[in-house]
């Protein structure tokens, strides 16, 4: 049996996909969230076999979790399920070594082939990707760029960024409320204080801490101890 947690910010996609696996007798869905914060305690608590996580959460690239997932659940295989087929997103999902980087419109019978594949040990790359990942690896080479030196030293924003020491209690509040899934309108509910403050709020965060979405915030939030999952 093959376990799978299903990550989409859309509620419809999520349950579509839901009930398409669920028809395989040999998929058991143990999982699913609607962001990175769900994300990662889904991994964390029931070390599925399979994540199928799109692309974007919430408008925010969620390429950055992959490897906070893996570090949490070694075993366990990420799959970016997408409709996304620029070359900077794919490169940047790339970097991160995903076990299937998947086109949406492939279809759910293809979805169902890629995963038994993924998960006797494949890495699987749609056809619409993999053609552009050749003009990716050119334009790097005419650049003087390499794949794997690249991959290897790049580092995440939030892997160097300390709490700063101009950051306010209300402010920490706020990025573990972000880091938990919370709306703009729901923490500005929480705090008691309008939505224009709260998104006030959430700019200050980002210029203090050099983060630009709520994945990195999600995971800033974790490595620095201001929520656990």
Sequence with gaps: MITIAIIDSNETARYTIKDSLSSQSDFDIIGIG???YEALKIVKNKQPDIVIMDIV?????????????????????IVLLTDIEDEEHIYKALIQRPAGYIIKHSGMPTLCRDIKHIYQGDCFISSQVASKICVIFSQMEKRGLYPE??????KQ??????IPSCISG???RIIAFIAQGYST???????????ATTRNYISIVMRKTGLHNR??????????????V
Excluded: M, N, W
């Design 149 to 154: 030196t690249h991959r290897y030293t790049a």
């Design 57 to 77: 959460l919430r408008d925010e690239d969620s390429v950055a979790l992959i490897p906070l997932l893996k570090s949490l659940s070694p075993r366990t295989s």
């Design 157 to 162: 924003p939030y892997e160097e960024v300390r």
């Design 185 to 195: 309108h729901e923490i500005a509910e929480k705090l008691s204080i309008t939505d």
């Design 34 to 36: 609607k962001d990175c």
């Design 170 to 172: 209300v402010e920490l």
């Design 215 to 228: 994945a990195q915030l999600t995971i800033f939030a974790i490595r620095h101890g201001l929520i656990s």
